[in-house]
């Protein structure tokens, strides 16, 4: 049984870091991407970062270009992703998703491409 599992949010300070993981298990990391979405109170839910299967490929929204890091360690079947510069506005649940695209290289930040959810954490950005 495929699943996903988020952990690592929590309340920090603006200007503070978080770091969320999603561990997955049920499957082999390895031929899957990983892509993360978040979605705050009131709003549709969002991609911020995905990576590919073969870890060559990372894309990142323009809201969290240079502060967000995604990574990846197929061994743990675990995907990270570092926030640092956090900003009120990085409030919302945040997920992991995963599928498997036809090209290893390839990873997507829409919602839709992804077939496996994990339930979310929640990370609040609040002084």
């Known amino acids: 049984q495929v699943q996903l599992v988020e952990s690592g949010g929590g309340l920090v300070q603006p200007g503070g870091s978080l770091r969320v993981s999603c561990a997955v298990s049920?499957?082999?990391?390895?031929?899957?991407?990983i892509g993360w979405f978040r979605q705050a109170p009131g709003k549709e839910r969002e991609g911020v970062s995905c990576?590919?299967?073969?870890?060559?490929?990372?894309n990142y929204a323009d809201s969290v270009k240079g502060r967000f890091t995604i990574s990846r360690d197929n061994a743990e079947n675990t995907v990270h992703l570092q926030m640092n510069s956090l900003k009120p506005e990085d409030t919302a649940v945040y997920y992991c998703a995963a599928d498997v695209f036809a090209v290893q290289a390839e990873c997507f930040t829409g919602v839709h491409e992804y077939s496996y959810w994990g339930q979310g954490t929640h990370v609040t950005v609040s002084s």
């Open positions: 049920g499957f082999s990391l390895d031929y899957y991407a």
């Open positions: 990576i590919s299967s073969s870890g060559g490929t990372t």
